[in-house]
């Protein structure tokens, strides 16, 4: 039989592969800049277990994500003398493996002022 092993008590199913996890780098992000528009650094994604192949999908609360469904992401925000901050999630689905989900979020800040201190 495919896919099985004969162990000591008879025929067994193979172990099911460790569930899919993520995590995103950096994990805290907070930034100054001149008024008017900023775009990040990159926030990158990092898959351990799982199957594969697998998808993306970033959110930000306040902003655009330039690149929301690949491994990496950067954000483009605006403002004038004021702070923008929120929550960037991530969430990856293992196509692979029955669409198991894994998520991961990190906070971002940023301050907008005239001049930086």
Known sequence: MLGLGKGAGGYQEPPSPPDVKVSISPTNFISISSNGSY???YFKSTVTNGVG?????????????????????RLTLSGYNVEVQGVLRLT??????SNKKASASTSVTVYFEDQFL
């Open 39 to 41: 775009t990040t650094p």
């Open 53 to 73: 192949p697998f998808t993306y999908a970033w959110s930000f609360d306040n902003g655009g994500v330039n690149t929301p469904s690949n491994e990496k992401t």
């Open 92 to 97: 990856v689905t293992d196509t692979g493996d």
